[in-house]
């Protein structure tokens, strides 16, 4: 490790110690964690790449960016009252951490506006809380709202001799984050620095208990900018835990699964945060490459997880087994520069975490929310306890608690001031528990979500159904999504399982999947708890989605939006030359034959893809036809006709 890093610090843990101390001794406000963030000057804290070119950004030039472009917002917002909120909406990149920081120092409270909301739902925050203007990159909303053209750094970055000095005195008191809600209203939540202060605290628990979360490659930590900034979990473990000791961020220029993969190779990531659904398509992925490669492949492999497992009790060969074994397997993912992942904001699949823990990656599990930032990681280093799937035991200035009803309770210091829904704001003083509605349990002090209370389904005999639970037990071959549900017919709440079954599957198909549905579900003595059986076509995770969202799905279901096969099935005659080919592309981005890609299918709602599908086939359709494509057109190119389409437009000129 480089010692010039660490602020001349001979070790990881005295820097930390050092900083944290200083911050305790500064008053707890954003200008006071800007200093601290930007003092290492020399320190690389952004890397993006011109092809085979690195280009890097020290703090100290992304300082001076940042006191430019607040000097421009100042005077474009000049009969604004100081601290009025100020939305950000932007993509990841340096861009928007340079503008964020500028609204603070610009004397203005921002609200990170987040991307995957509808217009109505982003137009109902700004009005909750009161945003007088917007920066975007784009669109355009009811407020007064600018180009982010309009405040970037001009000409080479200069020295700044002393920071504190040329800092201005007043920054914004508060930042808002949006909760990532799908109803017509978001809960936005309001931090000022002293929450921000116990966060950055009680990620020096996880330094201390940790060796992994600090270990740096080749004198460098850098963490991939995978997560949106403007999410709770990306602002709070991605960007602040790492920025206030000025590591370094890696830009991702897409979401297309080659480009993750290069972009993590080329640059050495060591970190990498995210939703379950990343880890999980990494894990599909690979385990089909596996698979493809030949049954001896696929039980050599095999093989190498059952050795695993059983040396996990004996450290130092479990170690060199591990390298040597999955090495190969290593060098297709994500390669040997990887110190940590961390996952978090649903439940992750038991098989994905014991993949990754076993070919020699670390994947443990994190807990947070928009209300109360993130406050609990397992921090074990052993791969059994890793793939136990716990969210380990909260962190320094917060209290779990779980209630007589078995729902987690959050107390401390590092919880949202304010939460506004609905034109209400209530105010936390850190001494109320906050009630998550997760339902979860506590082993030994470790903590372990169950699911959400509301999900919980009341079976024809009384008893409650957990669907996180139950979900997986029924993802039976040929299933694409399960969802244990309720629906009410004649006032009357019934359990309602909808099983998700391939786009285009016949009525002959479907009625047989119903079959080993029931059968399964005999199995698990629930035949007669689960009295309706929904077979449909239709995805159940849309594009912006994270997890399943069961009160969305239901009332999809109730509105008509996921019709039950055998009602009407869709048939697909055959096109030009160029349809066909876009359909391939689709058909292997998806996963699937031929016959299930319709021309005019949604390649999200009905075709069940993820943008991560998306872009990895977009990337790929461009390459082949030489064509960019303009993604602001709304979903012109979410179908094969459209893509077509837009192909013959562009060979016409």
């Not at 994905?352 to 990656?361: E, H, T």
């Not at 850190?430 to 339902?439: A, Q, R, S, V």
């Not at 399943?548 to 697909?572: C, D, F, Q, S, W």
């Amino acid at each position: 490790m480089v010692r010039d890093t660490l602020g001349g610090y001979g070790s990881i843990q005295r820097f930390v110690e050092a900083k944290l101390n200083r911050f305790e001794s500064m008053e707890r406000s954003y200008r006071a964690l800007c200093l601290l963030m930007f003092s290492e000057k020399e320190n690389v804290m952004y890397e993006s790449a011109y092809g085979y070119e690195i280009r890097k950004t020290t703090y100290g030039e992304s300082l001076r960016h940042i006191l430019e472009r607040s000097a421009k917002l100042r005077e474009k917002l000049k009969d604004l009252p100081a601290d009025s909120v100020v939305g950000l909406y932007l993509s990841n990149g340096l861009d928007w951490i340079e503008l964020f920081w500028a609204i603070l120092a610009a004397g203005y409270s921002p609200l990170l506006m987040n991307q995957r909301l509808s217009d109505p739902v982003l137009e109902d925050a700004i009005v909750s809380i009161g945003c007088k203007a917007v920066v975007s990159e784009g669109k355009a909303f009811s407020v007064p709202t600018y180009g982010k053209e309009l405040f970037t750094a001009e000409g080479p970055a200069e020295e700044i001799a002393d920071p504190e000095a040329a800092l201005p005195e007043h920054f914004g008191s508060t930042l808002y984050v949006m909760s990532s809600g799908t109803s017509a209203h978001v809960k936005v939540c309001g931090y000022t620095a002293a929450e921000f202060f116990h966060q950055i605290r009680g990620s020096y628990g996880i330094i201390k208990k940790s060796r992994g979360i600090k270990k740096h490659y080749k004198g460098a930590l850098k963490q991939l900018l995978l997560l949106p900034l403007y999410h709770i979990f990306g602002l709070t473990a991605v960007y602040t835990w790492f920025a206030f000791f000025s590591r370094t961020f890696v830009e991702l220029p897409d979401m297309a699964p080659k480009t993750i993969l290069r972009t993590i190779r080329q640059h050495e990531v060591t970190h990498i945060f995210s939703v379950p659904l990343f880890f999980e398509k990494v894990y599909d992925e690979a385990i089909r490459e596996i698979q493809s490669r030949g049954e001896k492949t696929a039980a050599r492999f095999e093989k190498g997880l059952a050795i695993e497992k059983k040396l996990r009790k004996r450290t130092l060969l479990h170690t060199l087994f591990v390298k040597a074994a999955f090495r190969e397997v290593r060098e297709q993912l994500f390669g040997e520069s990887i110190s940590y992942l961390i996952t978090g904001g649903a439940m992750i699949r038991p098989e994905v975490l014991s993949f990754f823990n076993a070919i020699g990656y670390h994947l443990s599990n994190g807990y947070g929310m928009t209300e109360i930032g993130i406050t609990s990681v397992e921090l074990s280093e052993c791969p059994a306890v890793l793939d136990e799937g716990a969210i380990g035991s909260p962190m320094d200035a917060v209290e779990y608690r779980v209630s007589d009803a078995g729902e987690l309770l959050v107390r401390g210091r590092v919880m949202a001031l304010s939460i506004t829904e609905d034109g209400k704001t209530t105010l936390n003083d850190g001494e109320h528990w906050f009630n998550t509605h997760d339902l979860a349990r506590e082993e030994d002090g470790r903590f372990f979500i169950l699911g959400r209370r509301d999900d919980l389904v009341i079976g024809n005999s009384g008893e409650n159904l957990n669907p996180v639970q139950l979900e997986p037990e029924l993802m039976l071959p040929g299933v694409e999504g399960v969802c244990l549900t309720a629906e009410e017919k004649d006032g009357v709440k019934r359990p309602l399982l909808i099983v998700s079954l391939p786009e285009g599957t016949d009525a002959e198909t479907a009625e047989q999947k119903r079959k080993e549905m029931q059968e399964r579900l005999q199995e698990l003595h629930l035949a007669s708890e689960i009295g309706h059986i929904a077979m449909t076509d239709a995805p159940l995770l849309s594009e912006e989605d994270f997890k399943l969202n069961r009160r969305k799905i239901r009332e999809a279901y109730r509105a008509g939006k996921l019709p039950e096969i055998g009602k009407a099935v869709r048939t697909e005659e055959s096109g030009d030359l160029l349809t066909e080919e876009i359909r391939a592309f689709f058909a292997k981005a998806l996963h699937k034959e031929l016959s299930e890609i319709p021309a005019d299918a949604d390649f999200f709602s009905e075709l069940g893809g993820s943008s991560l599908d998306y872009f990895g086939m977009m990337g790929e359709i461009r390459t082949h036809y030489g064509i960019d494509f303009p993604f602001t057109s709304g979903n012109a190119f979410f179908s094969v006709n459209g893509v077509a389409a837009f192909i013959r437009e562009g060979q016409r000129k």
